[in-house]
């Protein structure tokens, strides 16, 4: 059984930095991606960061370049998220999902992801 289980997020003011990681198990991740998404009230879920497993290249969307960060432990598959100075624009459900993927490239459409975390709330304070 597959398996991918968020931890971290939380409260945190605005211009703080925050940690969220992800956990795979039951999937050997060297054909897939690794990525973040988030949903913020009545809107869509937005690609926000990801790794290519075999290839370790990592992406984010343009607007959170140099803010969010993520890297991965391959001993532990997880990825992990770092996000540094936070706006309350950034507070959404952030989930994690990994999907099938070409080697050194990245979907950044959910509906190329076959596996989802529960999701992990981040809300942001100012």
């Known amino acids: 059984q597959v398996q991918l289980v968020e931890s971290g997020g939380g409260l945190v003011q605005a211009g703080e930095s925050l940690g969220v990681s992800c956990a795979v198990s039951?999937?050997?991740?060297?054909?897939?991606?690794l990525a973040w998404f988030r949903q913020a009230p009545e809107k869509e879920r937005e690609f926000v960061a990801g790794?290519?497993?075999?290839?370790?290249?990592?992406y984010s969307r343009d607007s959170v370049k140099g803010r969010f960060t993520i890297s991965r432990d391959t001993a532990k598959s997880s990825a992990n998220l770092r996000v540094n100075t936070l706006r309350p624009e950034d507070a959404a459900v952030y989930y994690c999902?990994?999907?099938?993927?070409?080697?050194?490239?990245?979907?950044?459409?959910?509906?190329?992801?076959?596996?989802w975390g529960q999701g992990i709330q981040v809300t942001v304070s100012s």
């Open positions: 999902a990994a999907g099938r993927s070409a080697y050194n490239s990245i979907s950044y459409s959910p509906g190329a992801y076959e596996y």
């Open positions: 039951g999937l050997t991740l060297d054909s897939y991606s």
């Open positions: 790794i290519n497993w075999g290839s370790g290249g990592t």
